[in-house]
């Protein structure tokens, strides 16, 4: 079972996505309106859901017909990083000027108890499927970040999953680490969806198949695919660390750090487009542009 946020109308809806691929409306707004109910009423989402929908026609409606938007407004992304080998060489990579046997405070977080845990967006800057994301002015070696993402409620709890893309400049990075604020955050630097997958609905998060393709000119340039069960920590673990003292809110997304990175020579350019195909959530697909004139 997947929740999805569309626009029809001028109007925002939500909705449920089963897996034989019926469309529900919901009469909610928000996916945390039902994960409230079902707390009230000491149940869970899905028996809500389940409920709800027993009770109603599907959409005579397919998923690709609608204007899909974020699944959630996320009031704060959070991302998790360096929590694949792959995403360890490549940061060496970046930090070394290629020296590739060089030891560096990657390795060091690689292998600490605690984590990177770095803020990521905001909800003006995360965009959905279908929105363009851009690329900054002032680098030149950018690349997407396909990510599981959890969806957390305000105390921690991991409520459903989502794909991620932590939009990153590996120069600006590489240069210095106290730029990564600069290297990751920017205006459309974050996109999350198509969908929430309920988390109760999920055997293994451990077994989540994770493709990356990139387009130029409608052409394929890169293609890169990994599992959830190459990842270092738990996803426990990186939550935990994420509220440590600190106050969380409902919707809150972490990102859990990328296991695909294109090859060293690949920076995205304008007219791009990047799909993130997460099983059993669905794809993520953003055109990718340069930062416009004026806002
Ligand atoms: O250390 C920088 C960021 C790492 C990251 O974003 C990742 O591993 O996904
Ligand atoms: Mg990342």
Known sequence: MRIIRFSKENTIHLAAYTDDKKIYLLPYHDFFD??????????TPLQIINNMIAELMPLELNIEDLDLLVP????EVWAAGVTYLKSKEAR???ATGGKLDATTFYDKVY???RPEIFFKSTSA??????QDLYIRSDSHWQIPEPELGLVLNKEGNIIGYTAGN???????EGENPLYLPQAKIWRNSCSIGPAIRLAETVMDPYQFQITCRIFRHEKQVFQGSASTGQLKRKFDELVSYLIKDNEIFDGTILLTGTCIVPPNEFTLEDGDRVEIDISGIGVLNNPIKKQPKSI
């Open 166 to 172: 932590d939009m990153s400049s590996r120069d600006i």
């Open 34 to 43: 039902i994960v409230r109910l079902a707390d009230d009423q000491e149940t």
């Open 111 to 113: 292998n600490a108890p």
């Open 125 to 130: 800057r995360t965009k959905g499927t279908g």
């Open 92 to 94: 060496n990579y970046e």
């Open 72 to 75: 959630i407004e996320a009031p």
